[in-house]
């Protein structure tokens, strides 16, 4: 079968088509044909050579999926050959099939067509077992969502407006604070024009956000800190900013503030299976009526992999970059 595969580790230009074997099913797994691809962050830092695939995932690269199921092993239940579905991976998306843990496909949300549905799996439950899971948050509760316009910003903001939290966000443009806007977000600030961490200030009459969703780390540590209301969560979720900053623990513990770091990559199929249920549980009715979707930016073919990779680099895009398989 085609495939993406790199040809070392490097920029786009290590980036080619090539054929690999056919994926087979264990006895708890399917194999998805697949119709798209998400392309992610995460993506563009394995091609680098910056972030290998954990033990006994797929060397290619892709960490969600739609399409069809194409095989079932032996012990799957609730699954069928042709059925649509879309899917969370450790890797392995970037071809024209993927072998997944059953746990970690799900239903297509009713409204959605196929190839917005690979647009989903990340985002939602990277949103999802980070803000709701983990920091609990409440209706009436701020969040402040860095990175606003990214495919995990916009499907932040979504889901904490149809939650009842008021949302702020930081962009990098002024077409990005206005689409942000209309998603939803209260505040957007472009943080190449203003200091965010003083917009969050006077946004809140000097409350702070409860929960904070960074997609930055180090260069926003301390300013996410000091952005924290009392009894505030920040989550870390990225490290565009670099992986070690300065932490006021007196201003951390003034606030009774709390900090996690999480990644969705390397947890255990059972835990992505019981963070998927959820989201098929609580975020896919939100989906069916349409208080939340996926927000495609562009498509690209397969063998235009180059130019999704490229895309993501200039963050030229609003939303999620898809490949068409």
């Given amino acids: 079968m085609r495939a993406v595969v790199c040809e070392g580790a490097g920029g786009i230009d290590v980036l080619t088509i090539g054929e690999i074997e056919d994926p087979r099913p264990a006895v708890d797994e399917v194999v998805i044909d ?3 691809a998400g392309v992610n962050r995460a ?3 394995q091609r680098q050579g910056n972030y290998p695939p954990p033990p006994g995932a797929p060397g290619t ?12 092993g032996a ?3 609730g699954w069928s050959v042709g059925d649509e579905c879309c899917a969370l991976l450790a ?5 024209e099939k993927v072998v997944v843990p059953a746990p970690q496909v799900m239903p297509v949300p009713d409204g959605i067509d196929l190839i917005s549905a690979a647009a989903l799996p990340e985002v939602v439950a990277t949103v999802w077992s980070n803000v709701f899971m983990t920091a609990h948050l409440k209706e009436g509760e701020t969040l402040l969502v860095h990175g606003g316009a990214s495919g995990i910003g916009t499907m932040a903001i979504q889901l904490g407006v149809a939650h009842g939290a008021r949302v702020l966000c930081t962009v990098g443009s002024t077409d990005k604070m206005e689409f942000c806007t ?12 203003a200091e965010w961490a003083s917009v969050v200030k006077e946004a809140t009459g000097k409350a702070g956000a409860d929960v904070i969703l960074d ?6 540590l301390a300013d996410n800190v000091k952005s924290l209301a009392y009894d505030g969560r920040l989550v870390v979720i990225g490290l565009q900013g670099g992986v070690k900053g300065e932490l006021d623990l007196g201003r951390l513990m003034g606030r009774r503030g709390a900090i996690t770091g999480a990644g969705l990559r390397p947890r255990s ?12 549980g609580h975020v896919w009715p939100l989906v069916a009526e349409k208080k939340v979707r996926p927000i495609v930016h562009t498509t690209f073919p397969l063998d235009q992999v180059a130019r999704a990779h490229e895309t993501l680099e200039q963050s030229a895009q609003i939303g999620k970059v898809l490949l068409t398989v």
């Fill in 34 to 36: 697949v119709v798209a």
């Fill in 43 to 45: 993506d563009l830092l």
């Fill in 61 to 72: 690269i892709g960490l969600e999926v739609s399409g069809t199921i194409a095989a079932v």
């Fill in 75 to 77: 012990e799957v239940e």
């Fill in 91 to 95: 890797g392995g998306g970037y071809a």
């Fill in 182 to 193: 209309r998603l939803g977000a209260d505040v957007a600030i472009n943080y190449k024009e």
């Fill in 215 to 220: 997609i930055i780390g180090a260069k926003y």
């Fill in 269 to 280: 199929v059972e835990d992505k299976g019981r963070i998927l249920a959820e989201v098929v």
